[in-house]
């Protein structure tokens, strides 16, 4: 601390370290959201003393981390008996008048949210905060949650056989409820005429992506500049990968280029939630895998992508999905996914794809295709 060191508060004491670890154990059991609220303030103020009277500073911002998630979980636990208003989904409308005094919307949701965890998920997350085997991250640690509690709330939406929709996606995707995709994965036809399809892909991608979560699709070079302007009206831009292509190359004459790698244009909702796990910005295409469908993809860049950005359980969508590239590549990475496809015949082949004895994983029970 600059200046004059003064005495913590009482409530604090001199070792910091202990009234956190105290704190973050007696959270389950504190009896009002008032009691709950006066000790996540405090913790701001136990942070200012780390590195005073002896107290190891990484420690006590770790134990203070660890503090407050155990902390909100507890005031989500209380808000949702006494409330019943702010639960963690974006189309429930909080009225402010309806939380107790200094709780705000956003804050009750982001409490309830934690609360809606696992207790074992939520009680080794808290563990790996305290001893330093996780990032001491509360905004990293609450996206996580959210994702993990739109996987795992009820109300399925009704699907096609093998968890795909029949129809335009700008239609269809009116069904996908707000914020319970992690992940849009997509190939949209590479004709001008089809270039609007990326800019409404990314509106719909805006609206049912969770936050921290991506926006993946293939473009051609010729009108990237293009795409890359119709997607940011609604997605931060983040990257472009490159799809290296095998074999012999497509020589576009209109340019005098021989094409050796497809761009891959990556946007995401606010930025991306788990940054920290680091992905090569090449991914090879080893083998051409046409012959299901003449605008067919290679499954080995979808699993790649799929396993880089999601985890276990999250919902993999795919608004053109073609013959369902994307949707098996989910299916066998153990993913959750929803496929929509214009035309009939093409929506066939998917659904024989991924329900196909080589599909490599458990189904995807209609049950489960959305669960929110």
């Not at 006590?60 to 998630?69: D, E, I, Q, S």
Request: glycine residues 8%; aromatic residues 6%.
């Amino acid at each position: 601390m600059n200046g004059l060191i003064v005495a913590p508060p009482r409530e604090i004491g001199r070792n910091p370290v202990h009234t956190l670890t105290r704190w973050r154990v007696e959270a389950a059991n504190l009896p009002s959201v008032e009691v709950v609220r006066h000790r996540i303030e405090l913790i701001a103020v136990a942070k200012l003393w780390a590195g005073e009277f002896g107290a190891n500073k990484d420690e006590v911002v770790r134990m203070a981390v660890a503090a407050r998630l155990a902390l909100e979980r507890r005031l989500g636990e209380l808000l949702a008996i006494t409330v019943r208003a702010g639960r963690p989904r974006k189309d429930i409308i909080i009225r402010d008048d309806n939380l107790p005094e200094g709780v705000t919307a956003n804050a009750s949701s982001i409490a309830q949210t934690l609360a809606a965890t696992p207790e074992d998920w939520f009680a080794k997350v808290v563990g790996a905060v305290a001893s330093g085997e996780r990032r001491a991250n509360v905004k990293e640690i609450y996206l996580e949650a959210k994702r993990m509690v739109a996987a795992g709330e009820g109300g399925a939406i009704p699907l096609d056989e093998g968890g795909i929709v029949l129809g335009d996606f700008r239609q269809a995707g009116e069904l996908i409820p707000d914020e319970s995709v992690a992940l849009v994965l997509t190939d949209p036809p590479y004709d001008r005429a089809s270039l609007e399809l990326y800019g409404a892909a990314a509106k719909l991608a805006a609206r049912v992506l969770l936050p921290g979560s991506s926006f993946i699709a293939d473009a051609p070079n010729y009108v990237l500049s293009e795409v890359l302007g119709l997607c940011s009206e609604h997605l931060r831009y983040w990257w472009t990968l490159a799809l290296l292509l095998p074999g012999d190359h497509a020589l576009m004459r209109e340019f005098g280029v021989r094409v050796s790698f497809k761009p891959l244009v990556w946007f995401t909702k606010g930025g991306r939630f788990n940054k920290q796990n680091l992905i090569l910005d090449t991914v090879l295409a080893p083998v051409k895998e046409k012959g299901e469908h003449e605008w067919q993809q290679g499954i080995h860049a979808a699993k790649f992508l799929i396993e880089s950005l999601t985890v276990k359980n999250d919902m993999v969508l795919d608004p053109m999905c073609g013959s369902g590239t994307t949707l098996l590549a989910a299916r066998r990475c153990g993913r959750r996914w929803l496929g929509i496809e214009a035309k009939v015949e093409t929506a066939s082949l998917a659904r024989q794809r991924v329900a196909g004895p080589d599909s490599r994983a458990p189904q995807n029970p209609s049950s489960l295709a959305f669960t929110r």
